[in-house]
Structures are given as C-alpha cells and as structure tokens.
T-cell receptor
Framework: DTGVSQNPRHKITKRGQNVTFRCDPI?????LYWYRQTLGQGPEFLTY????????KSRLLSDRFSAERPKGSFSTLEIQRTEQGDSAMYLC??????????FGPGTRLTVL | AQSVAQPEDQVNVAEGNPLTVKCTYS??????LFWYVQYPNRGLQFLLKYITGDNLVKGSYGFEAEFNKSQTSFHLKKPSALVSDSALYFCAVRGSNTNAGKSTFGDGTTLTVKP
C-alpha cells in the first residue's frame, strides 16, 4: 500500500506527558499537512511543510506543539505537557503542490 | 479568510432515491473545492474535486458535484443512493494559488441511507 501512513493509530496518555506521532507521506508528494479533528467537527489545519520547510502554522499550534520534517520525507508532531483538551484525532495528509490532499488513517489521542 | 458551510448536520434518504449534500464556501479568488468521505474511526477518503472547467464533476462511487460560482456552492449529488453510502461527508475549499496549502473544511454532514 503506497498511501499515507500514521503511527501509532491510538495513543492513551496521562495529562502532563509528552507524545510524538509520526506520518509517512506518499513517496512522490513533497507537501505534508497536519490537521486536528474533534468529535462533531471537520479537520482543522495545524501546519504544513513543503519538503523540509514549514511554510505555514495555525495559531491553534500553541508553543506546546512542534512539528518537524527534517529530511523532507516523514514528519513528526510532538505535543508537550499534554492537556485533556488535546484529546482528538490527528490527521496527516500529503500532496503535490496545488493538488489533492490525501489523508492517512489518523492517530487518536486520549489524554486522561 | 476562507470558510465552508454545510447547513445540514444530517441527511436521510431511502435507498434508490437521489441524494444531495449541500456545501457553500467563501474564498479569495478562484476556489479549489473538494469532497471527502469519512467512515468511523478512519481518515478522510477523497471523492472528487473542482479545479476548473466543467461545472459538473464526477468522482468515485457514482458521486458527482456541481460548482455554482454565483451561488458559491458545491453540492454533492448521487442519482441513486446505496445503504453503503451511509457515512460522514466533508466539503473543503482552498485558494487556487499554488502556494496555498491550507484547506478549510466544513463540519460535516452525516448521510444515512435506509433500506
């Protein structure tokens, strides 16, 4: 399968802990996006990369959130000092510039 | 700023009947418009898009959508609904600038098709 993959699929953590998620995009796509989705809402944009450059960040991305794409391939999203309000589905997508974004299966985060 | 409205939280249709899921948008310049479907605990699956050209676009699983510039709408349609079409549907918009990365999504419409 050459689609977008995300790991882990589920993460349960205690408030205050740090978590890291990984996204592997479709190999020929140079753009990678992170979105967050809470129950009953559509995905909300967090950030996106073109190759290794982070081109845009949402104000939703507080200083506890950081995303990297060091080699322009896979990306990681880290949340420090998690809060219960961080509980959500974190979605990754990839695309070529100006083209359709294809989504991975998501990582569901539960903060206890 | 760009935005999407999906005015119906829920749409119910009988199997075999036509279905419509509504979407209106706001964006600067020409829009790129998308429909995605989401099944429980899954990511979003791309259905179709409008970039330019014919206002009626066809996509996966027999779905189609009509772009109406004057009404800023992009309604999803299917002539004959299947029970398996029951899912959560999202409309999304993005600017046509190649540098535009962010897509804005509506809050989704739950489609239920009853046998």
């Amino acid at each position: 399968d050459t689609g977008v993959s995300q790991n882990p699929r589920h993460k349960i953590t205690k408030r205050g802990q740090n978590v890291t998620f990984r996204c592997d995009p479709i190999s020929e796509h140079n753009r990678l996006y992170w979105y967050r989705q809470t129950l009953g809402q559509g995905p909300e944009f967090l950030t996106y990369f073109q190759n290794e450059a982070q081109l845009e960040k949402s104000r939703l991305l507080s200083d506890r959130f950081s995303a990297e794409r060091p080699k322009g391939s896979f990306s990681t999203l880290e949340i420090q000092r998690t809060e219960q309000g961080d509980s959500a589905m974190y979605l990754c997508a990839s695309s070529s510039p100006g083209d359709t974004q294809y989504f991975g299966p998501g990582t569901r985060l539960t903060v206890l | 700023a760009q935005s999407v409205a999906q005015p119906e939280d829920q749409v119910n249709v009988a199997e075999g009947n036509p279905l419509t899921v509504k979407c209106t948008y706001s964006v600067s310049g020409n829009p790129y418009l998308f429909w995605y479907v989401q099944y429980p605990n899954r990511g979003l699956q791309f259905l179709l898009k409008y970039i330019t050209g014919d206002n009626l676009v066809k996509g996966s699983y027999g779905f189609e959508a009509e772009f109406n510039k004057s009404q800023t709408s992009f309604h999803l349609k299917k002539p004959s609904a299947l029970v398996s079409d029951s899912a959560l549907y999202f409309c999304a918009v993005r600017g046509s600038n190649t540098n535009a990365g962010k897509s804005t999504f509506g809050d989704g419409t739950t489609l239920t098709v009853k046998p």
